[in-house]
């Protein structure tokens, strides 16, 4: 039980704190004013969310949850468009961006501790196994922000490259979430690389938190995934031209 508390946290703590440490990268003279402005409305997201969680989940057929995260995860791609093209609206649109991604981690979390299914687990378990995942994603996290803070004074397309798959991620989590849901069609599967690289394995943990992998990816979540990394990377672009 304690390892999979560990997992549990840093399977939704991850993908938060490596965008979070990109953000940062790009807010670095302001941290204290993007800190603010993602603290807020992550406590009050998360806040409504939780309240209301039971009944969310029980609309559109049980799939309230689903569809909501969903727009979450879209909305916070949107966001980070936003932020790229519009450099006034930059702050505070990527704070808001990190906040619903927030919102969907702290909701999954609270969920995992509140399941009836979770009575096995130890107050003990649960402490020791958050501050493990907390512990090791914070450690991932600095080396991220280290790593992109190089990458940005080097060669600032690299840092661009980086916040466009980071940003495409979080569409191929809502367009799995869709596909689930069947709100959106998957078409054919494309191919399957579970046994060179399964998405269990600590390389593919990492990728699935940086850029949503996937092991058998179908079309639409392919097509998805090429359109908005190609969108975000243009909006970042458009942000290095006007700088």
Same mark, same amino acid.
């Given at each position: 039980?304690?390892?999979?508390?560990?997992?549990?946290?840093? !399977?939704?703590?991850?993908?938060?704190? #490596?965008?979070?440490?990109?953000?940062?990268?790009?807010? !670095?003279?302001?941290?204290? @004013?993007?800190?603010?402005? /993602?603290?807020?409305?992550?406590?009050?997201?998360?806040?409504?969310?939780?309240?209301?969680?039971?009944?969310?989940?029980?609309?559109?057929?049980?799939?309230?949850?689903?569809?909501?995260? @969903?727009?979450?995860?879209?909305?916070? /791609?949107?966001?980070?468009?936003?932020?790229?093209?519009?450099?006034?609206? *930059?702050?505070?649109?990527?704070?808001?961006?990190?906040?619903?991604?927030?919102?969907? $981690?702290?909701?999954?979390?609270?969920? %995992?501790?509140? #399941?009836?299914?979770?009575?096995?687990?130890?107050?003990?378990? =649960?402490?020791?196994?958050?501050? =493990? &995942?907390?512990?090791?994603?914070?450690?991932?996290?600095?080396?991220? %922000?280290?790593?992109?803070? *190089?990458?940005?004074?080097?060669? $600032?397309?690299?840092?661009?490259?980086?916040? @466009?798959?980071?940003?495409? !991620?979080?569409?191929?989590?809502?367009?799995?979430?869709?596909?689930?849901?069947?709100?959106?069609?998957? &078409?054919?599967?494309?191919?399957?690389?579970?046994?060179?690289?399964?998405?269990? $394995?600590?390389?593919?943990? /990492?990728?699935?938190?940086?850029?949503?992998?996937?092991?058998?990816?179908?079309? @639409?979540?392919?097509?998805?995934?090429?359109?908005? /990394?190609?969108?975000?990377?243009?909006?970042?672009?458009?942000?290095?031209?006007?700088?």
């Amino acid at each position: 039980m304690l390892i999979n508390t560990v997992l549990m946290f840093l !399977r939704e703590l991850l993908p938060l704190c #490596l965008l979070l440490a990109t953000l940062l990268v790009w807010h !670095r003279s302001v941290w204290r @004013s993007f800190a603010m402005y /993602f603290a807020l409305p992550s406590v009050l997201m998360l806040s409504l969310i939780s309240l209301k969680i039971v009944w969310i989940s029980e609309q559109l057929d049980g799939l309230g949850l689903e569809l909501l995260y @969903s727009f979450l995860y879209l909305i916070c /791609f949107v966001l980070l468009c936003v932020a790229a093209l519009k450099s006034k609206y *930059e702050l505070w649109s990527s704070a808001f961006a990190a906040a619903c991604l927030f919102s969907i $981690s702290g909701s999954n979390l609270l969920l %995992y501790i509140w #399941l009836p299914t979770q009575g096995d687990n130890t107050p003990a378990d =649960l402490v020791l196994g958050s501050a =493990l &995942g907390i512990g090791i994603g914070a450690s991932i996290t600095v080396l991220w %922000y280290y790593l992109l803070t *190089e990458l940005k004074q080097w060669r $600032s397309q690299s840092f661009a490259l980086l916040l @466009s798959v980071s940003g495409a !991620r979080q569409v191929m989590m809502a367009s799995a979430l869709l596909i689930q849901s069947d709100w959106l069609p998957a &078409g054919p599967q494309l191919w399957q690389t579970g046994q060179l690289l399964p998405e269990q $394995s600590e390389l593919g943990f /990492f990728l699935q938190a940086l850029m949503g992998y996937e092991a058998t990816p179908s079309l @639409s979540q392919l097509l998805l995934y090429l359109l908005c /990394f190609g969108l975000l990377f243009w909006c970042c672009s458009f942000m290095e031209n006007k700088r």
